[in-house]
């Protein structure tokens, strides 16, 4: 994302796209996502891999 800055203010909901490598963990172990997607909605991961949302950033891969 080379110097760019998001002009989000406080935003209810924000889409990650374009993830290049997303790794879990819970009690199940470990797993790794690549090139996926996440919605955060107030402060939380509520979904991986879809979802919609009026502010957006595309990761480039390069999270």
């Known amino acids: 994302m080379s110097n760019q800055k998001a002009k989000i203010n406080n935003p209810k909901s924000l ?3 374009n993830i290049g490598q997303l790794v879990t963990a819970n009690e199940d172990g470990v797993q790794s996502i ?4 996440v919605l955060i909605e107030n402060g939380q991961v509520v979904t991986i891999g879809e979802g919609r949302s009026n502010h957006s950033i595309d990761c480039g891969g390069k999270m």
């Open 34 to 37: 690549k090139d996926t997607s």
């Open 15 to 17: 889409f990650l796209n």
